[in-house]
């Protein structure tokens, strides 16, 4: 489900580090994309002998509802293009990566007359910036620093993996979060790693979830029976 897919090794990539991190950044011309054929050193399991525990996954991979608090720049957006903002359905477009990702719409685009003379600001994930033509972009993790375009407002962290997730074509809409909510709801890495901790499960496969169960080796021995009684 989904559009992006990550499967995180027990003991990490263990390749050499530049400036402190092992990621590529394509944009920044820094690494390279893996092809066929490459190898990736690992580094060792700190506990090989863990059993199998699994997440449920949050219903965040079809698109849906995306919460928005202001951002610096809200007020230069009138309340008529705020209020058609919050009442439109976007749909997901094919242009989209790691920098941001582009919402279409029906309708007039969301422009602001103050975008002319705007000068560049800080930018920061999250944040829905309306290019030249008024389209909204939903900037992500490898957004640029700064920028010159308005921006309407900015995606709670929460709800950015519903964004990047989207399906191409899928319909997401914005529902408006006063600040003091939006710090209500906050919450920091090591929150988000608690809850996730507490809400790990151990794994128990359905037989009836197992497409491939013929494939596996089920029986690890016969017997007659009466074994116990010839012995």
């Known amino acids: 489900a989904g559009s992006y897919g990550y499967l995180t090794f027990a003991g990490g990539i263990d390749s050499e580090t530049w400036l402190g991190s092992r990621s590529a950044h394509l944009a920044a011309g820094i690494g390279r994309v893996l092809a066929g054929g490459d190898t990736l050193p690992l580094g060792p399991d700190p506990r090989p ?73 800080f930018i920061t994930p999250g944040d829905v910036q309306m290019t030249g033509d008024g389209i909204p972009y939903v900037l992500m993790s490898e957004c640029q620093t700064v920028g010159g375009y308005p921006r309407i407002g900015t995606v709670l962290p929460d709800d950015l993996p519903r964004v990047a997730q989207a399906p191409l074509g899928a319909t997401l809409r914005f529902v408006a979060l006063s600040l003091a909510d939006a710090d209500r709801l906050y919450r920091t890495d090591a929150e988000r790693l608690r809850a996730l901790r507490a809400a790990v499960r151990p794994l128990v496969r359905d037989p009836h979830g197992i497409h491939d169960l013929l494939g596996y080796q089920l029986i690890g021995g016969v017997t007659c029976g009466d074994d116990l009684e010839r012995a």
């Open 49 to 121: 002998e863990a059993a199998p525990v699994t997440l449920t996954p949050e219903e965040r991979f079809a698109g849906g509802t995306v919460r928005l608090m202001p951002g610096t720049q809200s007020g230069l957006f009138s309340d008529a293009v705020m209020q058609r903002f919050l009442a439109s359905e976007f749909k997901r477009d094919a242009g989209a990566n790691r920098q941001g990702i582009r919402l279409l719409h029906t309708g007039g685009p969301f422009d602001s007359p103050a975008a002319a003379g705007l000068a560049s600001d």
